[in-house]
Each structure stands twice: as structure tokens, then as C-alpha cells.
């Protein structure tokens, strides 16, 4: 077994078995590729190292999984954002990079519940920063304390297997007892969290989600952000295991084999070519507008601890959406705050009666959809300091 040591703050050693499929959850015996994706909790000894673990499984931008993690002790971490892994063109503020972090605290302290752990987390331990000191200083300390009282959370049972499903949904709109339920498996929360089923509401605010991508995708800048992070085949997503890919976004079988084939070597010309824009666009576009579903997070305020929190919300929100058979697909784009999308932010903010100092901080298609692509997650190793 490949084992590394991590020395930790009192000057002790970690142990972590690292590299080896063992400590990593298996898919689909069959399917060889599926084997390695995620890391497996139940294989790793320190709690810290299980609640890393589970925490890896979360949403975040683009899987680029831009978390850092200083271990303290065998009970204790620091997390940082790896400034090697923003999204500067889409997210200039970090807001979603943030999100990403409270992403990671909660499926982490969620999935600890499970190991009779409770989770008390210290946001921004060595007070705020200055977007130049990105990565330096700790967005959280997390804490794990035993104790026989905790119980674990119903979230836990599509923790490990949570996905995003960037599929066509069904038409089932979510009835006011699944909703309900919905609420209730969430439980606490920081933000509110709003459905929205109303067919005329809702053909007025899917255009503009639309056009959010429509921005995205033919802004130069941005649209070659997603290249940067863009995994054009099944040994690039394998070797890589981060980023974004033709699986994910629902292509598979022979439509997948023509757009490797167009995609090889992943040519700025090809990428920013206008008919393979509008190939994803149109295919985005149908899938926004069959949703019957729209479910929004919004802060009362918008700083760096709301960010964090949302990400806490939105994972609680996934998890309950999945344990009722939902799946959830984040529309980000109209929320991003570079330039070239001010107009249509200031139109969406309008159109969802957002206050003046209020912000959405994530906006959701939900619904019904085949099972979705299992996305990887990088070694563990590679995101301790
Ligand atoms: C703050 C935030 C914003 C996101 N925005 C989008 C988005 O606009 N479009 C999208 O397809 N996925 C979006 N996602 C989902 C991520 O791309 C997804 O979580 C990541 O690729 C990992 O895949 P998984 O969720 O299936 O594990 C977002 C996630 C987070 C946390």
C-alpha cells in the first residue's frame, strides 16, 4: 500500500493511503472507468482525513475544487482557496469560488454525522482579506468533536453519489408535499430559499437565463475560461480529474466520438467558432426552457461569509432535492459580475424583485432526469499543504 506522511501542526504524523484505487469509491465494477472517480471515506483512519473525504464530494465551479487544506491535528483543518484554481473572467469577485468553500464545509460536516462527529466551524479565523491575499489566509477552520448524541443526517444517504445533471428534465413539477419534505431535510439554513413553479412567472425569467449563457459563451474572455477548464477526453478527464467535459454536459455515444473529433487539441478557433457556440447554446437553450422548476438562493447582504454560507445552503438544497429523486443544474451566468453581463444582471435582479443590497446567489433548474455523469475529484494529497 502507498502510504504518505503529513506532518501536522503539534509535529505528529498523519498517515493517509494515498494513490492506491483502494482508497478511492468504486462504480460500476464493469466499467473501468468508473472505478477510481471519488475518494472513500471508509478507508481513511483520522477523522480529518474522512471529513476531507466526504467534503471533496461537493459542487463546485467547474470542478475546478479550489480548496487547500492545512491540517492542524488529527481533529482540526484550515481551509484556503487555491488561488491556482479561480475562475477570474466568470468570477471576478471569487463570489462563486467562495460558494464552492461553504460547499465543502458543509458536505464534510454533513458526511462526518455519519461517524458520530459534530462539526463546529470558525469562518475566517485570522480575519478577512483583500482579494490579493487570496489563498493566504484561511476561509475556515474546521473542528471535529466526538460525541454519542450526534445523529446522522438523512442527507447522508446521497451524499457520496451526489451529482449535477446537466440532462433534460421531465415535466414533474414539484408539488407542494415534496417541497415541503424538500424543506424539512434541509433543515437549518442561513439564506432563503425560494421555489418558483408559476408558468407565466417563469416564461419570463428562463429567457434571461438563457441569454446568460448566450453572454457567456460569445464573450471571447469568458468563453476561453471554460477551454482553460474544458477535459476533451475520456484520458484528459482521467489523468486531469477536474474540470468540465462533453459526459457531463449530457454527450454521449456517437454524438460524443464527432465532438472529441471536432474538439481534438481543443483550438481556440474551434472552440470560439460561432456554429459550435450555437450547437451548445440551442441545446442549453432547450433544456432552460422545458425546466418547470427555478429554485433560488438569496442573502440579505453580500459579502464573503454570505458567499460561504450560500454554498452551505445550496449543498443542504441539493441533498434534500436528491433524496426526492431531483436533480439540481445551477444557471449561474446571470449572476456573474464581469463586465459584459451588468445589463442583463440589473434586468434579472429586477425581474426576481431582488432588494438593493440583496443578492441571488445561486439560481437552479430542478427536476427529473436519467441517472447523470459522476464527475472525478483529485487525490487528496494534492490539496493538502
Ligand atoms: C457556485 C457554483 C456555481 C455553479 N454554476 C454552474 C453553472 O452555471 N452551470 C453548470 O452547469 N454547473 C454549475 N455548477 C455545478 C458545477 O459545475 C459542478 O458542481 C461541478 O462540475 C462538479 O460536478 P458535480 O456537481 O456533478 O459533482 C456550479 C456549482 C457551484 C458551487
Request: charged share 30%; hydrophobic share 35%; proline share 3%.
Amino acid at each position: 500500500m502507498n502510504r504518505r506522511k503529513f506532518i501536522i501542526g503539534s509535529g505528529a504524523f498523519v498517515t493517509m493511503v494515498s494513490l492506491s484505487s483502494y482508497s478511492y469509491i468504486e462504480l460500476g465494477k464493469d466499467l473501468k472507468r468508473e472505478k477510481i472517480k471519488r475518494p472513500n471515506p471508509n478507508n481513511f483512519k483520522e477523522p480529518i482525513l474522512k471529513a476531507i473525504a466526504y467534503g471533496v464530494s461537493a459542487s463546485n465551479p467547474h470542478n475546478t475544487q479550489a480548496w487547500k487544506f492545512k491540517i492542524v491535528n488529527e481533529l482540526e483543518l484550515l481551509l484556503f482557496i487555491d488561488a491556482t484554481r479561480i475562475l477570474p473572467e466568470t468570477d471576478p469577485t471569487t463570489r462563486q469560488i467562495h460558494i464552492g468553500c461553504g460547499c465543502f464545509l458543509e458536505t464534510a460536516s454533513i458526511g462526518m454525522t455519519q461517524e458520530g462527529f459534530a462539526s463546529k466551524i470558525y469562518y475566517f479565523p485570522e480575519g478577512d482579506y483583500e482579494k490579493k491575499e487570496l489563498g493566504t489566509l484561511p476561509i475556515a477552520k474546521l473542528i471535529l468533536k466526538k460525541n454519542i448524541n450526534v445523529i446522522s443526517s438523512n442527507l447522508n444517504t446521497v451524499l457520496l453519489h451526489r451529482k449535477t445533471s446537466r440532462l433534460q428534465f421531465s415535466d414533474d413539477v414539484i408539488s407542494n408535499s415534496t417541497w415541503k419534505n424538500i424543506l424539512e431535510l434541509i433543515g437549518y439554513k442561513h439564506n432563503e430559499i425560494q421555489l418558483f413553479t408559476d408558468v407565466q412567472f417563469l416564461s419570463k425569467i428562463k429567457p434571461i437565463l438563457s441569454e446568460g449563457m448566450k453572454i457567456e459563451s460569445y464573450c471571447y474572455r469568458t468563453n476561453e475560461e471554460s477551454r482553460k477548464w474544458f477535459r476533451e477526453n475520456d484520458d484528459r478527464i482521467e489523468s486531469k480529474r477536474d474540470g468540465i467535459n462533453l459526459p457531463g454536459n449530457g454527450i454521449f455515444g456517437i454524438k460524443k466520438w464527432f465532438a472529441e473529433k471536432k474538439l481534438k487539441g481543443l483550438e481556440s478557433k474551434e472552440w470560439n467558432n460561432k456554429k459550435t457556440i450555437n450547437y451548445t447554446l440551442k441545446s442549453h437553450d432547450k433544456k432552460v426552457t422545458s425546466s418547470t422548476n427555478i429554485i433560488t438562493i438569496k442573502s440579505k447582504t453580500n459579502t464573503m461569509l454570505d458567499w460561504v454560507k450560500a454554498g452551505q445552503d445550496y449543498t443542504r438544497l441539493q441533498l434534500a432535492c436528491l433524496a426526492n429523486d431531483f436533480f439540481t443544474h445551477p444557471l449561474s451566468q446571470v449572476l456573474q459580475e464581469f463586465e459584459e453581463m451588468k445589463t442583463l444582471r440589473k434586468k434579472f435582479k429586477k425581474s426576481m424583485q431582488v432588494k438593493e443590497n440583496e443578492k441571488i446567489q445561486m439560481v437552479v433548474r430542478v427536476g427529473k432526469s436519467k441517472e447523470p455523469y459522476f464527475s472525478y475529484r483529485r487525490r487528496i494529497n494534492d490539496m493538502v499543504m
